[in-house]
């Protein structure tokens, strides 16, 4: 059965990885990403019915046009990935600037908030539905030099959790922690050791099987892929 699926941050990384997996499995996608290039190159490779789009989820407003514009067209999502987010420079934290501890809550916390707000009542109103918001090993756990990153990750469990309580038989809302995968975030943080680890496209093939199957009796859980 095709499912209408929703990703953010879906122009890199197992953003773009998770797209094509879901496109070749035959559902229709709908993604964003901050990027105009990368949006470009993604219209040109998946053509409608996928719909991809210029958006910045650290924006309400942008957010919230973007999610009329796609309600307007398609079914509310069967899956909703929140998957856009930002690592600060590895710092101490009161090395940290006010301006990079900013931009990375207002993407990674108020970003997921955005989305959730402009999405879940369509879902709610039909009363079925998946919300997965991407959380993080650094969202159940620590390290030096990412305090601001952790404490993002720990409140998108905590968010997803309590969204968990609110929705109606039928939903679920799942913090999924993706376990660590070769990606430019990882590079950030720890350049030397992130060749050891999978690709997001070799993620993807475990991945996007796994989100799939996610329903109801989830809600509420912490997941690992």
């Known amino acids: 059965m095709s499912r209408t699926i929703v990703i953010t941050g879906a122009t890199r990384g197992l953003g773009r990885a998770l797209v094509a997996e879901f496109v070749a499995a035959g559902h229709t996608v709908i993604g964003c990403g901050r990027s105009s290039e990368h949006i470009e190159r993604l219209r040109s490779q998946f053509p409608r019915p996928h719909h991809f789009s210029v958006v910045d989820v650290a924006d309400a407003t942008a957010v ?4 009329q514009e796609v309600l307007k067209e398609y079914s509310p999502p069967d899956l909703l990935i929140n998957n856009a987010a930002l690592m600060n420079t590895p710092a101490p934290l009161w090395d940290n600037s006010v301006e990079e501890f900013a931009a990375v809550v207002d993407v990674n916390i108020k970003g997921v908030f955005h989305v959730i707000r402009a999405f ?12 997965v918001n991407l959380s993080s090993g650094w969202g159940r756990s620590t390290a030096p030099a990412v305090a601001p990153y952790c404490a993002t990750k720990y409140a998108v469990e905590g968010l997803t959790l309590a969204l968990a309580q609110e929705l109606p038989p039928g939903m679920a809302a799942i913090p999924l922690n993706p376990g660590i995968i070769d990606t ?3 590079r950030q943080a720890w350049a030397d050791g992130a060749s050891r680890f999978p690709t ?9 099987p796994f989100l799939l199957r996610l329903g109801a009796a989830d809600n509420g859980r912490s997941l690992t892929v």
């Open 184 to 186: 430019d975030m990882l």
């Open 120 to 131: 879940v009542p369509a879902m709610v109103k039909r009363k079925s539905g998946v919300i």
């Open 64 to 67: 919230a046009a973007w999610a």
């Open 200 to 208: 997001p496209e070799q993620w993807a093939q475990k991945a996007a």
